[in-house]
């Protein structure tokens, strides 16, 4: 396990003991490094999706990087199979995975990673997207600017609570009563409109 911070042109790499993941990077993203062989295997004892969802349920933006090439011993498992398990991380846990040729290529994917980590620390925080003009679309974009709100969290709020400014005035356990929206998550957003 390695905490991986970028500056000025190099790592800083401190080897710390994760809770989940392989490598922690400018503490803003984890990434959980599998080898073709780890993937299949971890896939077969049925330890993929435990690491998945632990990997999901902490505060940094996870990644799954499997590392290729593929080695000579590999479970024998069928590739449709390790196909699913790889589209279910996408689509259904929502969580990117990520593709290296080897070693030296997962370095560089490490790297590029780091330095738009770094770069996302700046203090002008820019919302990239078409304004859109229907008043229920710009509802829907202000709720999408709260912390952990994507289009269905804010989907949901907006019928939950009917205007936006019902939602600002939420409390944490109103909010909470709104299904994907978590304790921790509700805090974050009372914490925000203070």
């Known amino acids: 396990?390695?905490?991986?911070?970028?500056?000025?042109?190099m790592f800083d790499v401190q080897m710390v003991r994760l809770k989940s993941g392989d490598y922690l990077?400018?503490?803003?993203?984890?990434?959980?490094?599998?080898?073709?062989?780890d993937f299949a295997t971890s896939l077969v004892d049925g330890r993929l999706f435990p690491q998945v969802a632990k990997?999901?349920?902490g505060p940094h933006r996870p990644v799954v990087l499997i590392e290729r090439p593929t080695p000579l011993s590999v479970p024998d498992i069928d590739p449709h199979a390790l196909q699913g398990a790889v589209l279910s991380l996408a689509?259904?846990?929502r969580l990117p995975v990520l593709h290296s040729h080897d070693p030296e290529d997962s370095l560089r994917i490490?790297?590029?990673?780091?330095?738009?980590?770094?770069?996302?620390?700046?203090?002008i925080l820019r919302r990239y997207d078409r304004?859109?003009?229907?008043?229920?679309?710009?509802?829907?974009?202000?709720?999408?600017?709260?912390?952990?709100?994507g289009p269905t969290l804010a989907h949901r709020l907006l019928l939950h609570f009917g205007s936006i400014e019902r939602v600002?005035?939420?409390?944490?356990?109103?909010?909470?009563q709104v299904?994907?929206?978590?304790?921790?998550k509700a805090a974050s957003i009372r914490d925000v409109l203070r």
């Open 110 to 123: 490490l790297s590029v990673i780091a330095n738009q980590v770094l770069r996302s620390d700046q203090p």
């Open 131 to 149: 304004k859109p003009k229907r008043i229920n679309s710009r509802r829907l974009y202000i709720l999408q600017g709260l912390p952990g709100v």
């Open 91 to 93: 689509v259904m846990w």
């Open 168 to 176: 600002v005035t939420a409390d944490e356990a109103a909010l909470s």
């Open 55 to 57: 990997l999901t349920r």
């Open 25 to 37: 990077i400018n503490n803003g993203v984890l990434v959980e490094r599998k080898t073709c062989s």
């Open 179 to 184: 299904r994907g929206m978590g304790p921790r």
């Open 1 to 9: 396990m390695l905490e991986l911070a970028r500056q000025s042109g």
